[in-house]
């Protein structure tokens, strides 16, 4: 079907394992895995229950699982790097636009419409819920610290150095951004509509 | 006799010589005798004369029949006529006009509060009053008014749910705090930051779109009551901390209209000054009085008989009056000074008049001939108020014609002129050591003469150095037909400053039938012009209906930013452009309209534009698919630009080329041609050359500068040329007495002329509109500088040229001085 279709779909995250493994997710449930560094790539639509075809709007992985979070809060969670998915429920039922966790795999924060998140410091078996501003959140990352950093589409940048208790605003917006990644020690580099910006930080 | 060696400090000079200039070179008129002088006069002075009482009243019967037509003209300021209509351009522009609603004709009122910001029970309340008021002013076209209070104003926000929106104003407002911190809120949800509210929060702009046909009157919308009723809103509303800016072009118009009305004081300061030079030349009342009555009867003429043919006053034909009257009173200063001098040999008042007709009629048709073919040349540009001024000039010069060398000469006949004042002329005229005169006869000897020729190629190579730098069109900020500090730039300033928008847009119109609007390859092409344009110095944004179908695609799928991107599907293509609001792109209508806003209009940020849009145009337009040029004030601009260039090319070689031809025709000789034609051209480039020291741009408003200057300015030439050859050749004095002789008589008129014009037009330099006053400064510059051309330069070119006396030939009837 993906195939017969042609470029129509558009991919929204990628994830790799190492150089060679990788997958992609995109809309209307779409996903697709490559082995061989990225030329060739399979779907795999079949290993994962998404009988709405409801969009996959990210892909990261916390520790040692993969989370895929997207349209209407769907969320799933795989401990094979992505052989086999499990679909977690979770309490927010809106829109989440990206996941992200940290390294170690103590928590894994969703985030979506309307400033909603949810995190779990359990590998994903207990979730809490929380609103944070009122704008959508576009994009996150996990700094160097052990710190969390999200933005959101009206340019908020927030940092959050308490895994998910405390959100703290940073002075300078970047509207419309989309990603963001951390640069140097104190500076963060955000991308989006308006282009590239560089920011520096406290935490 | 004269002295004809070959330097003199003293000219001597017998007064007796004085009395020969009236004599043409076939016929001897002897005075003192007391009908001699009836024979061999020409039949026009014959009939004009012996009927004198009968043209009087004939004269007196057109003048108040004239005059009541020109108190009908209104005061008119079509858009339409101060563009190039037939450039390809805005042809395209006219023929779309219809489709292209995001342009509209609006009017932008912003409301500014000095205190704080617009979230205030106060400000909101004066707000909806002002609103109100706008309204109800006829023109506005009511359903499409918006300002915060309009309930097509809304906020929309994406939710769990879908979508969820209201008014910005919510229909329970009752004035509370909790009221005006909801719509705060909801400004700040709507996205009218930087649209209608400024990104400073202290101001907001009610936007009121027109009617181009009063829907009341059925006529079209009358723009100068539109501009008095909105101007009234403005004085009714402001006050401590209130502050109101308007911006649009109706009101663009209404100040114009307003502007022009002011031109009527500045006629009469221009006409109260030249009085008193008449008089304070002549001192003689009653001979003033005739002249100013012939001259002001060439202005009413002129207004009457353009009113007949159908024409308004438009803020560049109302131009041509002043240079009537001007043109009137210095022609009508050679009719004086003839009259004076048969006076003085013994005339009576009807012989002189008689005669001084008899000695000028010829000459003054041939000079206002040369007039008029520099205003007739403007016909060549196809742009309507050029062609106004060229209709108007050249009826007036007829009109000149027939008051100054008919109706004057029957006044002056009646009138006579003191006694006194022949006095005074007899001894102005005997003396032969006026120290200007003296200082000026210098230059037709050889060492001051190679001084002024040097000069003079100084000039002209600075010129040319100088003038490389001239710019086309308008380089200030703003409506280039008002000045920086008007009040209208103030506001646009302001406003541009304020909120995120500019007032220089450039439209593109992308040519497509409608079922090919959503194709990819459109879509896709007019993304990729948009990424060109915005590459380029001096584009600020762009919008086209390829942003709608993204941000509309992101909306679907919840404001998600990853989704603000060109979907490949067509049925998402097709459903998305049906969403696509219907006053920005109607979806019937097969142009689509690609708005770009610029930083400025400069001539360099336009031809920017323009030859991306065309490089673009030839590589991807296709027969479904052609991106036009243009539309929006900008994109109007570059197409006036463009041929207001061409133009001022053909018309400088068309001018110059008809003056030359004229004067090689009146004189058979291609050295005398030049003589009187170079002082011109050196005036034109030092005009071009000031007008980039300035910051005076070529556009339509100087456009005519060149052809009414040098067509005005070959008078002087003429005039002191063939008073010069007559004096050295006929009367065989050497060079330097000939000129001496030829300022004493001629010199002291055409200095007259040169002052007298340059006062027509230089009260046009205080005019609130900047194209009148532009004009103003550049012919004041160049009426004077020909004046000083022709009495410096021209002697100078006759010492190294026309050495040789006998080989110079003259059209004889046109020498009878």
């Not at chain 2, 010829?362 to 520099?374: E, H, V, W």
């Not at chain 2, 005169?437 to 002209?460: D, H």
């Not at chain 2, 070959?714 to 002191?720: E, H, K, M, P, W």
């Amino acid at each position: 079907m993906a195939l017969r279709e042609g470029p129509t779909r558009p991919l929204m995250d990628v994830w790799f394992k190492n150089d060679q493994q990788g997958i992609i997710v995109g809309v209307f449930g779409m996903i697709l895995k490559t082995s061989d560094g990225g030329k060739s790539w399979v779907p795999i639509l079949d290993r994962i229950e998404n009988p709405n075809g409801y969009h996959y709007y990210g892909i990261s992985r916390s520790g040692e699982n993969l989370f895929i979070a997207g349209e209407m809060g769907i969320l799933f969670r795989s401990t094979d790097f992505g052989e086999t998915w499990e679909q977690l429920i979770l309490p927010y039922e809106g829109s989440f636009f990206g996941v992200v966790g940290n390294p170690q795999g103590t928590f894994v924060i969703t985030f979506g419409l309307r400033g909603n998140v949810c995190y779990s410091m359990d590998g994903g078996e207990v979730w809490q819920h929380k609103s944070v501003g009122r704008s959508s959140f576009s994009g996150g990352t996990w700094l160097f610290d052990d710190t969390l950093c999200l933005v959101a589409v009206d340019g908020a940048i927030y940092i959050s150095p308490d895994k998910g208790e405390t959100f703290k605003l940073l002075s300078e917006k970047f509207p419309s951004v989309i990603a963001v990644a951390q640069s140097d020690n104190d500076e963060l580099t955000v991308v989006g509509l308006n282009g590239v910006k560089k920011i520096n930080f406290e935490k | 006799m004269a002295e004809s060696g070959s330097s003199s400090e003293n000219l001597q000079v017998q007064p007796d010589d004085e009395n020969k200039h009236s004599i043409s070179v076939d016929q001897d008129i002897s005075l003192g005798n007391d009908q001699n002088y009836l024979n061999g006069a020409p039949f026009m002075e014959r009939l004009l004369f012996s009927r004198r009482a009968v043209f009087l009243t004939i004269f007196i019967i057109v003048t108040l029949f004239l005059g009541y037509q020109m108190f009908q003209m209104k005061p008119e300021a079509s858009y339409l006529r101060m563009i190039p209509t037939y450039h390809p351009y805005i042809k395209n522009f006219l023929a779309n006009r219809v489709n292209l609603k995001a342009l509209g004709n609006s009017v932008r009122i912003c409301v500014e509060t000095t205190e704080g910001n617009i979230f205030t029970k106060e400000y909101l309340d004066t707000l909806k009053k002002i609103t109100d008021e706008v309204f109800y002013v006829p023109g506005v076209n009511r359903g499409s008014l918006k300002s915060l209070w309009t309930p097509q104003t809304r906020y929309t926000e994406v939710t769990v749910d879908g979508f969820e929106g209201g008014q910005v104003v919510p229909r329970d407002y009752d004035g509370s705090q909790e009221s005006v911190d909801q719509v705060r809120l909801n400004v700040l949800r709507s996205g009218e930051i930087g649209a209608i509210v400024a990104n400073d929060l202290k101001s907001s702009i009610i936007i009121a779109p027109l009617e181009d046909i009063d829907p009341t009157t059925r006529k079209p919308l009358d723009y100068l009551e539109f501009s008095k009723k909105i101007e009234a809103i403005r004085t009714q509303f402001q006050n401590d901390t209130i502050k109101i800016h308007i911006t649009g072009f109706a009101k663009i118009v209404g100040d114009l209209i307003d502007g022009s009305t002011r031109v009527g004081l500045f006629f009469l300061i221009a006409f109260f000054i030249l009085l008193f030079l008449l008089w304070f030349n002549s001192r003689c009342i009653k001979s003033t009085a005739m002249r100013a009555i012939s001259s002001i009867a060439a202005v009413i003429w002129q207004l009457g008989i353009m009113r007949l043919f159908g024409y308004g006053l438009n803020p560049y034909s109302m131009l041509v009056p002043f240079l009537m009257f001007a043109l009137g009173v210095s022609h009508g200063i050679q009719m004086f000074n003839a009259q004076a001098r048969e006076m003085l040999d013994g005339a009576d008042k009807l012989q002189a008049a008689r005669l001084a007709y008899r000695q000028n009629y010829i000459p003054g048709l041939a000079a206002l001939f040369t007039d008029c073919i520099g205003f007739a040349l403007l016909m060549t540009i196809r742009i309507g108020v050029i062609q106004d001024i060229a209709v108007g000039a050249t009826i007036g010069v007829v009109v000149v014609a027939v008051t100054d060398l008919m109706f004057l000469p029957i006044l002056m006949s009646y009138s006579g002129i003191s006694d006194k004042t022949i006095e005074l002329i007899g001894k102005r005229s005997a003396g032969t050591n006026h120290p200007v005169w003296v200082f000026l006869s210098k230059f037709a000897e050889r060492k001051y003469a190679t001084l002024a020729v040097v000069l003079a190629v100084i000039g002209l190579l600075g010129g040319t150095y100088l003038r490389k730098d001239l710019k086309i069109g308008d380089m200030d900020p703003g409506a280039p037909e008002l000045r920086a500090n008007s009040r209208y730039n103030l506001d646009n300033a302001y406003m541009n400053s304020t909120y995120s928008s500019s007032s220089d847009v450039f439209v593109v119109m992308l040519d497509t039938p409608p079922i090919h609007k959503s194709d990819y390859t459109v879509v896709v092409a007019t993304q990729l012009l948009k990424n060109k344009l915005l590459t380029l110095k001096g584009v600020e944004d762009v919008v086209t209906h390829v942003d709608f179908i993204q941000q509309l695609n992101s909306a679907l799928a919840e404001g998600n930013l990853k989704w603000v991107a060109l979907p490949r599907s067509k049925v998402t293509l097709e459903n998305l452009t049906t969403k696509i609001p219907e006053n920005f792109m109607p979806l019937d209508s097969k142009i689509t309209p690609i708005m770009i806003f610029l930083d400025d209009h400069k001539a360099e940020t336009l031809e920017r534009v323009v030859s991306t849009v065309e490089e673009f145009g030839s590589k991807y337009d296709t027969k479904d698919m052609k991106f036009l040029l243009a539309a929006g004030n900008a994109g109007i601009e570059a197409a006036t630009n463009i041929e207001v260039e061409k133009s001022l090319m053909l018309l400088t070689i068309l001018v110059y080329a008809a003056v030359f031809l004229t004067c090689l025709i009146t004189y058979r000789n291609f050295k005398s041609a030049l003589c009187v034609v170079a002082p011109l051209t050196i005036t034109s480039v030092l005009c071009e050359a000031i007008m980039t020291k300035v910051g005076i741009g070529i556009k339509v408003a100087t456009l005519p500068v060149i052809a009414v200057g040098v067509g005005i300015g070959v008078d002087y030439g003429i005039y002191i040329y063939n008073k010069l050859i007559h004096y050295r050749n006929e009367q065989g004095h050497n060079l330097k007495t000939a000129y001496y002789l030829t300022l004493n008589t001629t010199g002291r008129a055409v200095a007259f002329t040169g002052i007298t014009l340059s006062i027509g037009v230089a009260t046009w330099a205080f005019s609130p509109i900047k194209f009148q006053a532009d004009m103003g400064l550049l012919l004041t510059f160049m009426f004077l500088w020909n004046m000083v051309g022709a009495l410096v330069l021209l002697p100078a070119l006759v010492h190294f040229l026309i050495k040789d006396k006998k080989g110079v030939k003259e059209l004889k009837s046109l020498i009878k001085e």
